[in-house]
């Protein structure tokens, strides 16, 4: 069984800054490419970015320059770091991952349940 859990959300004021948290658990042989979406409310779900196993990295255009995705492998965990935070940033952040339970089996997708983000102006 393999978990994905975020943490991290809450409320800031326009301009401030989150760092969000995505821990990875169970039975885990390798993790692929880790990501973060969010989705406002009467809005679907939409890309933040992912980070590759070897760190490389994508940003949707709407945070880069203020959103930064890292990721440490020995701790199966991946971060969100959210400056210069925006009204507009407000949504449920969601985690997601290719996990394989062994190295060379094909990997599964999975979602973390979801963390709040509010941002008032």
């Known amino acids: 069984q393999v978990q994905l859990v975020e943490s991290g959300g809450g409320s800031v004021q326009d301009g401030g800054s989150l760092r969000l948290s995505c821990a990875a658990s169970g039975n885990i042989g390798s993790i692929d490419t880790m990501g973060w979406y969010r989705q406002a409310p009467e809005k679907q779900r939409e890309l933040v970015a992912t980070i590759s196993s070897i760190g490389i990295t994508n940003y949707a255009g709407s945070v880069k320059g203020r959103f930064t995705i890292s990721r440490d492998n020995a701790k199966n965990t991946m971060y969100l770091q959210m400056n210069s935070l925006k009204p507009e940033d407000t949504a449920v952040y969601y985690c997601?991952?290719?996990?394989?339970?062994?190295?060379?089996?094909?990997?599964?997708?999975?979602w973390g349940q979801g963390t709040q983000v509010t941002v008032s102006s």
């Open positions: 997601n991952a290719g996990i394989r339970t062994r190295v060379f089996n094909p990997p599964n997708i999975y």
